[in-house]
């Protein structure tokens, strides 16, 4: 079965928003952040934050992905960064994932972007699996960090 890839658009929400929940589960996340509003403010439009594709198959909504540009110094270009990829388990193996991670490569491409970088789990070996054999290496020079929640308001505060 062929995935149909398309960029997401605003009857997508709903579905999106389960499956977001479904991914944030599957990497043990919170859920229920992400809501109609903010949907449609990040995921749609001209003033979206991220460059969203949903994969559908058999008229059900089966995986997405959400990139944003990026700037890579080391290379003096820009590229993409996929923020989330993840199709539901009943549906991997099927290449959505990689028409996925293709549509957002293309999409980089029509804008003159040179490269596409994600990052995944340590822990999530189904993941990982998959990206070793999508893309060039897996770059264990690279260690992810975040600020988030109460860290990141003490930082803005100047607390830390």
Not at 17 to 34: A, F, K, W
Not at 99 to 118: D, I, K, N, S, T
């Amino acid at each position: 079965m062929t995935a149909n890839i398309r960029p997401a658009v605003k009857a997508d929400i709903a579905d999106l928003i389960v499956v977001i929940d479904e991914l944030n589960v599957h990497e043990d996340e919170p859920t229920g952040h992400m809501t109609p509003e903010k949907a449609a403010r990040d995921l749609m439009g001209p003033d979206a934050a991220l460059g969203a594709f949903v994969a559908e198959a058999e008229g059900a909504l089966i995986g997405f992905s959400f990139w944003h540009s990026a700037y890579e110094t080391c290379y003096a270009a820009w590229g993409g960064f996929i923020n989330d990829l993840y199709v539901r388990a009943t549906h991997r193996g099927t290449g959505a994932g990689r028409a996925l991670v293709q549509a957002v490569a293309r999409a980089v491409a029509e804008e003159g972007g040179e490269f596409v970088w994600l990052t995944g789990y340590s822990h999530n070996d189904i993941a990982r699996r998959f990206y070793k054999r999508l893309m060039d290496e897996e770059e264990e020079r690279v260690v992810a960090y975040a600020l988030t929640g109460d860290r990141f308001k003490a930082l803005v505060a100047g607390e830390i």
